[in-house]
């Protein structure tokens, strides 16, 4: 071992024991110092504490809530405080955790001395305060947690690994079987993260499947194929099929207080029956088996869970043939940037963090359509580097029948299928296709596509008498997508806040917020536009595919490549699924994942041309620039993407289905209060 790798590893080790000796436990150094208070009167109500008498500096207050409150569930606290310039201050409301030592002090900033101070609590969780204890200017414990140490040992490995000056820029990614092991160790940890981060958002769905719940629609799905028809096993309230217009939102609420009888919501509703409009692939791949062979109900994040790790998978070796076919002499440092850049430039891990009935569509779709670029990318290897070799037709059949199953899990996909014609244009010219001597190239893409296609358009038929129907204007959601009209107004601010909106980042656990939640509306305009909560836009979350802009400066470099028409195409496909989402359905964070991948595929190849041309400059610190640039781009994207799980205002936030991870997280890592 020579004494770089000797010192890189002694500082990954004494990285996190300084942390936790002076930053984690600052707290604990700071109140050494505090002058003790004990000369004080304490009253106690039904909810409320009382200190009074005080005339004394106070620095924090411990609130020992052991006698009475046991449990996981946070406990809100109110404080007021009276000092030498304030009279019954209100602060900001916090929070005491039983279970987390850290949270029993509370630091608090008076402006001088003070004179009283009230505790009161949430009567729902402390209907009686009288068997809390509190003091003032109490020395906080000394803490040492090995998680946190594990934790901020492997950020600091990273830091190190991919800092500018890393020997991992300098290993060549393509020529030495020793980068497998490489390649492997990474994969491993992006596939241990996506495990950790479904497993930390998972909950048990069995009480929505018991309540006819739209999270366990795939199911109910699977049980009406089992039984022979397609409508879904639940009847319908009379007044839907009586209504002119069945999917006005605000009407239907009306008639079901009336009458007493809920509707089925994100289920669609059509001839008087329900049906699931949700993409066929992930029914009849998870759902119907395993239904057919246990007969109980599949919890969503499961094929959340093994997509997301496939997914990864192909990702790993889709990037790495595009940079054997671009960019042969790239390092092994840059294919793990780009990885990155792929994997968080689809906003795949949005699943991970939602693993829930609308995730299921998106990461198979995601998944089908990785698989299907790799297969049709590398089909077309041999020919690239050989014009006599001919073209994989296997690898096209694979490719085609992936993307086919793509389509069949969310049907807008079918726009990332017409990417066969910008990635074989070459193969095009050269009449490898569409041509007597091409014949076979063609079959092998162009029929598993119809036959898929065909299956799906009888489907259609079957249920809403029509092939080209997919069901989706029938979906009996907050909105009437039936009678929805398109509106330019509506369009150019869908657009600012899909792609450019920025992040709303507070001083507040967890430091981002929803631009839009259900409860605010912060536009101007005059009409209804669907939101769910927001955290920012594709380039707020996503800065590092900002290079879309260079396409046209890249154009000759792109073209050697022959992937500048595939660039092109995929912006363009990406405008189009941006106007239909914003026109269709509204502002929601997954509709990102429509688009995303068509803008990440360019944006992974234009910085593969920004990375070539830094290394043959004659500026001598241009390839240093470009890979800082990179870096730090790379690294705020993944940030943001994982900083958004911790969000409280998403759908079934960690806050509510995991309170004590949650606070756990908080204190451990995030905040020193």
Known sequence: MNKKTLRTILLILIIPLIAEVFFFNFRFWESLFFRKVTDYKVTRDAGAIVISDINAPVKNIRIDSSGSITGTSPVHVKLLLSDEANTDLELSVT????????SNYIRIYPDGNVREITIAFDVNEVPDASGIDVKLNETRPFCIHVFRAVFIAVI???????????????????????????????????????MLIVYA??????????????????TYQSESFLKGHVWLDFTPPKYLSEMANPYDYNARLELARQTGESFKLDFAFFDGKYYSYYGIVPTL???????????????????VLLMGVVFILFSFMLVYRLLNRCCPKVSLGIYFLLVLVFLFGTEAFY?????????????????????????????????????????????????AMAMGLAIGSRPVFGLYALLAFPLFYSEIRERLFFSKKGIVNTMCIVVPLLVIGAALLYYNKIRFGSFFDFGNTYNLSEMDLKNRHPGIRRLWLGIFEYLFQPMKISGRFPYVESIYDYQNRSTDYMGYMFFDPVYGGYFALCPVCLCVVFIRKFRKQLSEMKMYWTCVVSLVFAAILLFMDIEMTGITLRYQMDFGMFIVLTAVLILTVLIRKAEDSSYKNAFKFALIALIVLTGITVFANLMIMLADSKQWALVSTNPKLYYSIKYLIFAQR
């Open 201 to 218: 958002f998972n909950y048990d769905t069995t009480n929505f499947y018991r309540a006819g719940h739209v999270e366990a629609i795939y």
């Open 156 to 194: 600091a490995a990273l830091i190190l690994l991919f800092w500018p000056g890393s020997k991992v820029y300098q290993i060549p990614l393509f020529g030495r079987d020793r980068n497998n092991i490489y390649i492997l160790l990474a994969l491993s940890a992006i596939v241990c993260l996506w």
């Open 351 to 399: 699943c991970a963090q939602t693993p829930h009935v609308y995730s299921v569509a998106f990461i198979s779709a995601i998944m089908f359509t990785a698989i299907a670029l790799y297969f049709w990318i590398t089909a077309s290897d041999k020919h690239f580097e050989d014009n006599k070799m001919p073209l994989s037709k296997s690898r096209l059949l694979i490719g």
């Open 285 to 303: 791949i998870f759902y119907v088996p395993f239904v057919a062979l246990t007969g109980l109900h599949l919890n969503n994040s499961v094929p």
């Open 95 to 102: 929070e005491v955790v039983p279970s987390i030592a850290e």
